[in-house]
């Protein structure tokens, strides 16, 4: 008995578009008035933030826009959650996603601060140089034992601790079995961070159509219904009838 997937080599879907040179990237996607972004990011972990000018910023020649947390009005909110918790009971699940862009406080490196939006992409990242930034450096714990002694540094002062989830399952008897054992191993594990390499780094193009209502994405995702939901409900767009991603 043979099948499609079982015992068979298959090919891939998506290689003769990368074989012949016909893949669509987000850098081949040119549209009539395209602006570009840049994110100003924090370079440190942990920190209060005292005072962000962007007026410098906003006068370089080829700039439209500069965006602080309080600029974003109604928009600034917490992302909705994409992926509800396992139904484990006893689970502790202390919700908190990500904002568009950091406001009184900066809870780890590379959290965006400002957004440039200009006519290139070059004009963008250099007013990113222009942009006047005043913080007070908070201790940060980068170890997660370290984090959840107590006095740590705490990433979220309203939760109390630096617990983001824990859940605990169990299957069978371990303490029958391990009576009846010839043996127990104990290990610690420690993993690396890990990254993903693809050939396209990330990247998003947006075009809205405000005479349908519809919005349409170019994004480098391998989620792509993930990130429509979570951009419909953010834009207040109804996820089926008002977008579609490319």
Request: proline share 6%; no cysteine; net charge neutral.
């Amino acid at each position: 008995m043979s099948t499609r997937t079982f015992g068979e080599p298959i090919k891939r879907n998506e290689d003769y578009r990368l074989l012949t040179g016909r893949a669509l990237f987000i850098d081949d996607i040119e549209l009539p008035g395209l602006l570009h972004a840049a994110f100003l990011r924090s370079q440190v972990a942990h920190a209060r933030i005292l005072k962000i000018d962007v007026s410098r910023a906003l006068r370089r020649p080829g700039v439209v826009a500069a965006y602080v947390a309080d600029d974003l009005g109604e928009y600034w909110k917490p992302g909705p959650l994409l992926v509800p918790p396992p139904p484990i009971a006893g689970i502790v699940f202390n919700q908190r996603t990500q904002v568009p862009l950091a406001r009184d406080k900066i809870r780890h490196v590379g959290e965006p601060l400002v957004i440039v939006i200009a006519e290139s992409r070059y004009i963008a990242e250099d007013a990113l140089d222009d942009i006047d930034i005043e913080l007070e450096q908070l201790p940060a714990v980068v170890d997660i034992e370290q984090a959840l002694k107590a006095g740590a540094a705490l990433v979220h002062e309203d939760v109390g601790s630096n617990i983001s989830a824990h859940a605990r399952q169990t299957k069978g008897n371990y303490a029958a079995a391990a009576a009846k054992a010839d043996h127990i191993i104990k290990r610690r594990f420690r993993y690396e961070h890990g990254i993903s390499s693809p050939i396209e780094t990330r990247g998003v193009v947006a075009q809205w159509d405000g005479r349908a209502g519809q919005m349409t994405i170019w994004d480098t995702t391998q989620a792509p219904v993930f990130v429509r939901n979570g951009l419909a409900g953010i834009l207040g767009l109804n996820e089926r009838m008002s977008g579609r991603f490319a």
